[in-house]
């Protein structure tokens, strides 16, 4: 089971970091990825971790602002966002799939074994 948390309202320019408390599995064996989805949109990933010691995959749309960290004492994922824009207001999930997924595989919402429940990020002044 996943839980995401830590949405809210934010400036432009401004930082927020979401979290992503896993139960029943422990994170670091698993892939584990952040996707979003504004109104009228597709789902987005946007970063991805590949167990523990992989270096993190992010998508153009966020690289350089974004990035995935590990807390394996806390069994749990965090997405620190830089640098917000009103364009990365959406709905953010996290989700983990039980293997080692290849890089083509990251986006593909099928390939994600469980899912959190959604949290709301609002970039507006």
Known sequence: QLQAYGGGLVQPGGSLRLSCAASGFKVRDYTIGWFRQAPGKER??????????????????????FT?????TKNTVYLQMNSLQPEDTAVYF????????????????ASY???GQGTQVTVSS
């Open 68 to 72: 995935i960290l590990w807390d394996n």
């Open 113 to 115: 074994d469980y899912w």
């Open 94 to 109: 996290c989700a983990a799939a039980k293997r080692r997924l290849i890089i083509s595989n990251l986006r593909a919402r």
């Open 44 to 65: 987005e990933g946007i970063s991805f971790l590949r167990n523990s010691d992989s270096n993190p995959v992010n998508a153009d749309s966020v690289k350089g602002r």
